[in-house]
């Protein structure tokens, strides 16, 4: 069910250096919304996570458990990085990782070609390099070490010493192309979101670019540069190509035309090497730039970025064996607006899946299907008359479903739950006011509750579209349990807000609680 209109997404390609906490899960999840919106939107959609496995934090890394680099990526993949896509239901097209075959040729082919082309020649740097950012580090993003680290340079996003690093490197001749990238910034002003994402980059390039080393040559982890064995490429250009050799650059031209460009959902630590670096790159290539990069804020515990080496991260799972994939991807989607940071507790968690999924959304489920059952014998009753007040539904319930998709566009996830979220809270009023449980009391108003009922199974039932790409488990339960026709992934989310589309006479089986009551101490 394609309309033609291609709609490539991807994550960052993720260091697993270490296991994923739920920073690395609110960026897939979010990735994953988008895509299954799109998918049931009728568009050619794609969705492309992986890993990046290269570079000399893997090496040492390794090095330190005793293995090689490619047994110690083989099992943090394995063990690690395909469970949490598993544990967060996530509907991903493809998986890359940066040791496979198809990648390491690709890229190959990709250097040589902008080499071929001029923009890469040899020269000799020094710099201090953070190994953790696998970066060497500009001005602004190094400060004075205190305590432990006080008279050295230390990273200011690792808090950790940089060293200083002097090879014979190839550089790539980033500051030929500063002009073409204000004027693409200038425009296409929405290449770069939010705002203020896009005013960071700005000022960025408008100060200066310096050219960019693309290779190393102390270490022999990587992928080699083809014309000098001696060199690998830098891990962040073989990093940043996985979009482009994952949909088949310099193998498969017609899926590559298909594809790209893409659209780029990344951290906003790592926003410059996509917003600057990598179309820079592609323009050398003489490739079309992305289609758009969006930074996402950071996920903060205690005030402080998520992060392992500072033992503020948090495995997802720690959330799901608790709540559920589907409350993990309702919270860190709708409570934090996409695009700023956001402070996890577990206190805020527990407390919005009480009030909004148990007891909002779930509650509002459960006892809808349950009078359909005891007062129509399971089977959807049809409305007669609508009066004022049911009208007044449908509207709310087609004008969500709009708002909520331009929302999407805009990559506004956070929005488009909001205002779905205004047919959950309209229903639950709607069935105060209307007291269907009085209504079956009296046999003149049988044709009334029917008309009620089926208004709130109808509202059901565009929820469960609606909020599929969000939460899938959940509506995948309603939408049986309503006893509506096809699959639910294949409904058109752009249609959700028709009304009428529920046959009445349809089954409606028994739902178990949505969201059951959890037991969590805080």
Known sequence: MTHGRSFYITTPIYYPSDVPHIGHGYTTVAVDTLARWHRQAGDDTWMLTGTDEHGQKMLRAASANGVTPQEWVDKLVTEAWFPL???????NDDFIRTTQPRHEE???????AIFDRGYIYAGEYEALYCVGCEEFKPESEIVDGTGAFEGLKVCAIHSKPLELLQEKNYFFKLSEFQDKLLELYSSVPDFIRPESARNEVVSFVRNGLKDLSISRSAFDWGITVPWDESHVIYVWVDALLNYATAVGYGADADEFARRWPAFHVVGKDILRFHAVIWPAMLMAAGLEVPRGVFAHGWLLVGGEKMSKSKLTGIAPTEITDVFGSDAYRF??????????????????????YQAELANGFGNLASRTTAMIERYFEGVVPPPVEYSERDLRVQKIVRDAASVADAAIERFRIDEAIS??????????????????????????QRARLGTVLYTAAEGLRALAVLLSPVMPVATEK??????????????????????GVLAPGSSVNGLAPLFPRVEQSV
């Not at 919270?331 to 919005?352: N, P």
């Not at 229903?427 to 209307?434: A, C, D, H, P, W």
């Not at 699959?487 to 807000?497: F, K, T």
């Open 85 to 91: 896509l598993e544990t967060l239901d996530v509907a």
């Open 478 to 499: 309603l939408w049986v349990a309503l006893g509506a026709t096809g699959r639910l992934v294949d409904q058109p989310i752009r249609e959700a807000g028709e009304w």
């Open 106 to 112: 690709r890229v190959k082919q990709f250097v040589q």
């Open 331 to 352: 919270y860190f989607l709708s409570a934090i607006a996409f695009g700023q940071d956001g402070s996890f507790s577990w206190e805020d968690l527990s407390a919005r």
């Open 419 to 444: 205002s779905i979220w205004t047919i959950v809270d309209d229903l639950n009023l709607y069935i105060t006011e209307n007291e269907p449980w009085a209504l079956a009391k009296d046999d003149a």
